[in-house]
Nanobody, 119 residues
């Protein structure tokens, strides 16, 4: 049974930090490109950051470059997103996604975790 379980969301003041985690099970984690996405009501889900498995290459949305850092641990089947200098515009539900590198049509999503940036 495939599972992606996000954790670490919550309420934080502007300028603060949060660390999101995604725990994966039920599939061969190292074969999948992992990514974080976020969505606010009424808007499309958007890519925040992604990380490849075979070389650890990362990609970030322009809006989070220099503030967020994505990482993965293939031995522990986990992925993280360190979010610093958070802004109110970062408020969203954050989702973990796994896409099979050899066939990106095979995709798994987590259930999401709420991040709220507010004073």
């Amino acid at each position: 049974q495939v599972q992606l379980v996000e954790s670490g969301g919550g309420l934080v003041q502007p300028g603060g930090s949060l660390r999101l985690s995604c725990a994966a099970s039920g599939f061969t984690f190292s074969r999948y490109t992992m990514s974080w996405h976020r969505q606010v009501p009424g808007k499309e889900r958007e890519l925040v950051a992604s990380i490849l498995s075979f070389d650890g290459s990362t990609n970030y949305a322009d809006s989070v470059k220099g503030r967020f850092t994505i990482s993965r641990d293939n031995a522990k089947n986990t992925m993280s997103l360190q979010m610093n200098r958070l802004k109110p515009d970062d408020t969203a539900v954050y989702y973990c996604k796994a896409a099979l590198r050899m066939d990106p049509r095979i995709v798994y999503w987590g259930q999401g975790t709420q991040v709220t940036v507010s004073s």
